[in-house]
C-alpha cells in the first residue's frame, strides 16, 4: 500500500499558531477592503467585435446589388483573421455587411485589415463606402426623457445636444449619448451602428430622448451611478426642464445580485445551524462555522485581483462553494473529536486527526479545482462567460482546504477540550441511524449483484427522465420590462414609378385609419439613405404612427407603468421598438402580461410585430428562436420558409412566427457565411424551452424541405448547441483530471475506477427534482451536477482511503469496509445536509432573477438526496467487486 508523506501542514500551523492566527486575520482584514471594491453586475462582460460595412450605389435591383456589391466585398472579406460569422442584408442600391469577430479579437486592427480589403476591390465607380468597428456590448446603460411644457421639440433637441449630452459624454466608461426624436430636428448621422435619425413617444406623446451607450468593457452600475448623479445637477440648473427615466436595466441588476447576495448569506446560516445538531458540540461548531467567512473574504481578494465582478456566476460559483468549505471544515474537526473521543488530549487529537486525513482529504478537494478549473480556462466567448465561474469557485475551494488545514486545528486545540465530548464507541451507543447503515452496509456486502443492479436501473431510471425535463438554455427570467418590436412594409421601389406605402394598422376587430405616402427620391439608390434624408421623413413618420397605434393598446394593461416608443430603430426608419416597463406591484408576471397584450395587439399588413424578452447578455436583436434555411433558388427558398413557417406555428408555444429575406416582391437578400438564407424567427412562450424548440424545428425540417435547402440553427438555437458541445468537451477533460489526480493518494487505478463508475449516481435524484419542479435542464442546471460529482468524488475517496488504512493495519476487507462506514457517516450526513440547507435559500426561487438561480439548487438536492445514500453503499460494494474481479492484478 502506498505510504503517505509524513509533512504534515496542520501540525506546522499548531506549533506556529499565532503567526497562522495572524495569518487569517490579515486575509479576513484584506478580503473586508476587496469585498468593498467589488462591483455588481447581472453577468460577466463579454466581448463582441463586430465591423460593419456599408456599401451605396446606383443599381437597378436588388440582386444587381447582390452582384456588384454584396458578393465581392464578402469574397474579398471572408478570409479575414478572427472572422466568426459573416452575416450581410443586401437592399436596393444598398448593402451591409457584418463581421462578426472571434471575442479576442483587436477591433482596431481588424478594422484596418477590412479597409485595406477593400481598397484592393473594383466596385462601381459610384460606390460609397463606410466602415463602421463596433462592439455588442457598447449598449444603452440608461435613457431618459427630456420634456418641457412650454418649450418646442426644437428647443429641447438643441438643449439636449448642447447642454446635456456634452457633459454627460465626459463621464468615465461612457462612449456616446445619442439624442433621439430628432429626425425633424437634427442632422442624419449614418456613421453610427444605431442611427440617430429616430423619432420618440414617451406615454403615448411626441418627445426628444437620449440614451448613454456605454463603453463596451464599462460596468453598466457605475456608468448608471454617475448618469443619476450628473442628471440631478443638471436637473437643477435646467429647473424648467424635466429629465424622466425612461429605460435603463440598472434597478433589475441591483435586485437580482442582491438577491442573490441574500440567499448566499441565508445559506450560510443555515449550513452552520445544522451542524450543532450532529456535533453536539458548541465550541466544534463555531470552529466549523468561522471557516466559512474566512474562505469567502479570501476568495473575494483573488475576485479582485482578476478584476471579476459580484454577478450571477460568481454569485453562485461562491454558493456552490459553501458545501466545499463546510465539508472540509467538517472533515478536520469531526476527526479530531473522534480522537478526543478515544481519551487522547487535544494536541494529540489534533496531530493524529491531521496526519491520518491530512494528505488524502487534501488531494480529495484538489479533484473538485480538478473538475471546475478547466471550466475557468475555456476559450472564446464560452470562456469569457463562464471564466470568472470557474476561477472563483477553485478559489474559494483552495481557501478552504488552506483553511481547513491550518485555521481549523489551530482553533481546535485553542478551544476544545475532551469535557463534553459524547463517547459513541459501542454499537449501542451509536443510535438508531448509525446501527441502520451498519446493517443495511452488512446486507449490501452480501448482496453485491441486487445492490449493483439498483445502482444500474438507478442510472438509467434518471436517464429516461431527460427527455420530460424541460430543455432550455439559460432560464427565462422576469424582469418586469419587455419590448415590442414591429416593421412597417419598405417603400415599393423596384419596378415601380411610385414609393407608395401600405398604410394602416388592422385587427380582426378594428380597422385603424391609414394614409399614403409617397418618397421623394428620384432615383434607384439606397431607400435608408434617401427616405432619412428627406425633409418629409416619410417613413419615419408612418413608423411612429403605427408605434403609436400599439401604444394605445399597451398602455390601457393595468400592469403598465410606462411605454417608451423609439422609431428608426438600428439605423432603419421602417423599424420600431417599444420598452414597457411593468409596475412593481402587479397582478400578473411578465410572461402572462406578455400573452395578454399579444392577443389584443393589431397586426400591420405586410409587416411585422414581436412581443419580446429583453436580453440580458446583448448579442444583437435576435429573438428567442431563430432557424435559416439555405438555398440558391430565391423562389424555392420562399416556398421552403412558407412552408417551414406554416408547420410551426401549428406548435404550441411558438409566438410571432415570421419570415425574413425572400419577401414578395424581393426587397432584401440576406446572406450567411457568403450564401442566401431565409430566416424564420420566433418567440418562444414560457413553458416552450429552446432545446425542445429546437428539437420539433429539426424534426419538421427533416419531413418537407427539399434536398436543395439546408436547415442551419441560429440565435439562441445555435448558441445553446455550440456552448453545450463545448460544455461536454471540457467537462469530458475535466473528468480526466479527475482521475488523473485520484491516482496519486492510490499509486493505482483500482479506487479512481471505483469513484469513476459511481459519479453517475447522482443523476436520478437531480433528473427527478428538475422534473417534479419542472426546472430546466440547461446550462445552469448542468453546473449544479458537475458540483455534485466533485463533492461525491470527495466522499469516496475519503471512504476508501480510510478503508485501505484499517487493511493496511491488519482489519479484515469487511471489517474495515463496515467500521470505514460507520466512521465516516456522520461527517458525509452533515455535508449533506449543510450543503442542501444551503441551497434551499436559492432553491426557494425569492428575489429578482430567481429563475436562473433556481434550477441549479434543485438540480443539486435532488442529487444529494440519492447519491449520498447510494454512494453509501455502491462505493464499498464497486470497491469488493472489482477487486474481487482481479483488477488490482492487472492494474
Not at 167 to 172: A, P
Request: charged letters at 15%; glycine letters at 6%.
Amino acid at each position: 500500500m502506498f505510504k503517505k508523506p509524513q509533512f504534515n501542514l496542520s501540525r506546522l500551523a499548531i506549533e506556529h499558531s499565532r503567526l497562522t492566527i495572524a495569518f487569517w486575520i490579515a486575509i479576513a482584514v484584506a478580503g473586508l477592503f476587496a469585498f468593498s471594491s467589488l462591483k455588481y453586475s447581472l453577468f460577466p462582460t463579454v466581448n463582441f467585435p463586430v465591423v460593419v460595412i456599408r456599401a451605396q450605389a446606383e443599381t437597378s435591383t436588388v440582386l444587381a446589388t447582390e452582384t456588384q456589391l454584396t458578393k465581392p466585398i464578402e469574397t474579398a472579406l471572408a478570409d479575414t483573421p478572427g472572422l466568426a460569422q459573416l452575416y450581410s442584408s443586401t437592399y436596393l442600391g444598398q448593402t451591409v455587411v457584418n463581421l462578426l469577430l472571434d471575442t479576442d479579437i483587436d477591433i482596431q486592427a481588424a478594422t484596418a485589415t477590412v479597409d485595406s480589403k477593400l481598397k484592393q476591390l473594383s466596385l462601381p465607380p459610384t460606390t460609397d463606402l463606410d466602415i463602421i468597428p463596433f462592439n455588442l456590448n457598447e449598449t444603452s446603460a440608461i435613457s431618459y426623457i427630456v420634456t418641457d411644457q412650454e418649450d418646442d421639440l426644437g428647443n429641447l433637441n438643441q438643449i439636449a445636444s448642447t447642454e446635456i449630452a456634452p457633459v454627460i459624454e465626459k463621464l468615465s466608461g461612457v462612449a456616446r449619448v445619442d439624442i433621439l426624436g430628432n429626425a425633424d430636428y437634427g442632422e442624419f448621422n449614418p456613421d453610427l451602428p444605431t442611427a440617430n435619425n429616430t423619432l420618440i413617444h414617451f406615454n403615448g406623446q411626441e418627445a426628444i430622448a437620449f440614451q448613454v451607450i456605454k463603453q463596451g468593457d464599462a460596468n453598466t452600475l457605475e456608468v448608471v451611478k454617475q448618469v443619476e448623479q450628473q442628471i440631478a445637477q443638471l436637473q437643477e440648473s435646467l429647473p424648467n426642464l424635466q429629465l424622466i427615466l425612461a429605460e435603463t436595466s440598472a434597478g433589475y441588476i441591483r435586485d437580482s445580485t442582491q438577491a442573490t447576495i441574500d440567499a448566499l448569506w441565508g445559506a450560510v446560516v443555515l449550513a452552520i445551524l445544522i451542524i450543532f445538531p450532529f456535533l453536539h458540540n458548541l465550541k466544534a461548531t463555531l470552529i466549523t462555522a468561522v471557516a466559512i467567512p474566512i474562505s469567502l473574504l479570501g476568495t473575494f481578494i483573488v475576485m479582485a485581483i482578476a478584476g471579476y465582478n459580484l454577478e450571477t456566476l460568481t454569485l453562485l460559483a461562491l454558493a456552490l462553494a459553501i458545501g466545499i468549505i463546510v465539508d472540509d471544515a467538517i472533515v478536520e474537526i469531526e476527526n479530531i473529536m473522534r480522537h478526543l473521543e478515544e481519551g487522547k488530549t487535544i494536541r494529540e487529537a489534533a496531530f493524529a486527526a491531521t496526519t491520518e486525513i491530512g494528505f488524502t482529504a487534501s488531494v480529495a478537494t484538489l479533484t473538485i479545482v480538478a473538475v471546475f478549473l478547466p471550466i475557468g480556462l475555456m476559450g472564446g466567448t464560452l470562456g469569457q462567460f463562464f471564466r470568472p465561474f470557474g476561477i472563483t469557485i477553485s478559489a474559494a475551494v483552495l481557501t478552504s482546504l488552506l483553511a481547513a488545514r491550518t485555521l481549523s486545528p489551530v482553533l481546535a486545540v485553542y478551544w476544545l477540550d475532551s469535557r463534553g465530548v459524547r463517547t459513541q464507541n459501542n454499537l449501542e451507543e451509536r443510535g438508531f441511524v448509525t446501527n441502520s447503515y451498519h446493517n443495511l452496509l452488512q446486507w449490501a456486502l452480501n448482496h453485491r449483484r441486487a445492490v449493483i443492479g439498483i445502482a444500474v436501473g438507478s442510472f438509467i431510471a434518471g436517464i429516461a427522465l431527460i427527455p420530460l425535463i424541460p430543455q432550455g438554455f439559460i432560464p427565462q427570467l422576469d424582469r418586469g420590462e419587455f419590448k415590442i418590436v414591429y416593421t412597417t412594409p419598405l417603400p415599393k421601389i423596384a419596378g415601380t414609378n411610385s414609393n407608395s406605402l401600405s398604410q394602416g394598422v388592422t385587427s380582426q376587430k378594428k380597422e385603424s385609419v391609414g394614409e399614403n405616402a409617397h418618397s421623394p427620391s428620384k432615383s434607384n439608390f439606397s431607400w435608408l439613405t434617401s427616405l432619412a434624408r428627406s425633409p418629409e421623413r416619410i417613413l419615419l413618420r408612418k413608423t411612429i404612427k403605427v408605434g403609436q397605434e400599439l401604444e394605445q393598446v399597451v398602455l390601457k394593461h393595468p400592469d403598465v407603468e410606462s411605454v417608451y416608443t423609439i422609431a428608426g430603430l438600428r439605423g432603419e426608419p421602417n423599424k420600431g421598438k417599444i420598452y414597457i416597463k411593468l409596475k412593481n406591484e402587479r397582478s400578473l408576471t411578465t410572461s402572462q402580461v406578455q400573452a395578454e397584450i399579444r392577443q389584443q395587439l393589431p397586426s400591420i399588413p405586410q409587416g411585422v410585430v414581436s412581443v419580446e424578452d429583453i436580453p440580458f447578455v446583448e448579442t444583437g436583436e435576435d429573438p428567442s428562436f431563430k432557424v435559416a434555411l439555405e438555398g440558391e433558388n430565391i423562389e424555392q427558398l420562399r416556398k421552403s420558409a412558407i412552408a417551414f413557417q406554416s408547420e410551426i406555428q401549428k406548435l404550441p408555444g411558438f409566438e410571432d412566427v415570421r419570415i425574413d429575406g425572400v419577401n414578395e416582391p424581393l426587397d432584401k437578400v440576406i446572406h450567411l457565411d457568403q450564401k442566401r438564407v431565409a430566416y424564420i424567427n420566433a418567440n418562444l412562450s414560457v413553458n416552450q424551452g429552446i432545446g425542445d424548440a429546437t428539437a420539433e424545428a429539426q424534426a419538421i425540417a427533416s419531413q418537407i424541405l427539399p434536398p436543395e435547402i439546408t436547415f442551419d440553427l441560429e440565435g439562441d438555437s445555435a448558441r445553446s448547441k455550440k456552448i453545450l458541445g463545448e460544455f461536454a468537451i471540457t467537462l469530458t477533460l475535466a473528468l480526466i483530471c479527475m482521475l488523473t489526480v485520484l491516482y496519486f493518494p492510490f499509486r493505482r487505478w483500482l479506487e479512481p475506477m471505483v469513484i469513476g463508475l459511481s459519479l453517475p449516481l447522482s443523476i436520478v435524484g437531480a433528473m427527478l427534482a428538475l422534473l417534479m419542479t419542472q426546472s430546466d435542464f440547461g446550462m445552469i442546471s448542468l453546473i449544479g451536477l458537475i458540483f455534485l460529482l466533485g463533492l461525491l468524488d470527495k466522499n469516496a475517496i475519503l471512504l476508501l482511503d480510510y478503508i485501505n488504512q484499517l487493511r493496511t493495519a491488519g482489519v479484515e476487507r469487511t471489517e474495515a469496509i463496515l467500521q470505514t462506514g460507520v466512521l465516516r457517516l456522520r461527517p458525509i450526513i452533515m455535508t449533506t445536509f449543510s450543503t442542501i440547507l444551503g441551497m434551499l435559500p436559492i432553491a426557494l426561487g425569492l428575489g429578482a432573477g430567481a429563475e436562473l438561480r433556481q434550477p441549479m439548487a434543485v438540480g443539486i438536492i435532488g442529487g444529494l438526496i440519492t447519491s449520498s445514500l447510494l454512494s453509501l453503499i455502491v462505493v464499498p460494494v464497486l470497491y469488493t467487486l472489482l477487486e474481487d474481479r482481479g483488477v488490482k492484478k492487472r492494474l
